[in-house]
């Protein structure tokens, strides 16, 4: 299962990526903002269209339809 970014570039756990637009934080007051950098993702067993990532002390889970490998 190869998980791709929005630019068709594959994806690996530890990979960093950046946000390509701003995302609203579901049950949160927060917006992620356009080119976010998230590093050390986590790969989703299962689910080719997402990952995790670290958010402050929270996980949050993204779709990779909204993301860009940096």
Same mark, same amino acid.
């Given at each position: ?6 630019? *068709?570039?594959? /994806? ?10 701003? #995302?609203?934080? &579901? *049950?949160?007051? !927060? $917006? #992620? &903002?356009? *080119? $976010? ?5 986590? /790969? ?7 990952? !995790?990532? *670290?958010?402050?002390?929270? $996980?949050?889970? #993204?779709? $990779?339809?909204? /993301?860009?490998?940096?």
């Amino acid at each position: 299962m190869a998980v791709r970014d929005s630019n *068709g570039n594959e /994806l690996r756990a530890g990979d960093a990526v950046a946000v390509t637009k701003d #995302l609203r934080v &579901k *049950g949160s007051s !927060e $917006t #992620l &903002k356009r *080119g $976010t950098v998230f590093k050390n993702i986590r /790969l989703i067993e299962g689910d080719a269209e997402a990952i !995790e990532c *670290g958010h402050g002390r929270n $996980t949050v889970v #993204l779709q $990779t339809c909204f /993301l860009r490998k940096s």
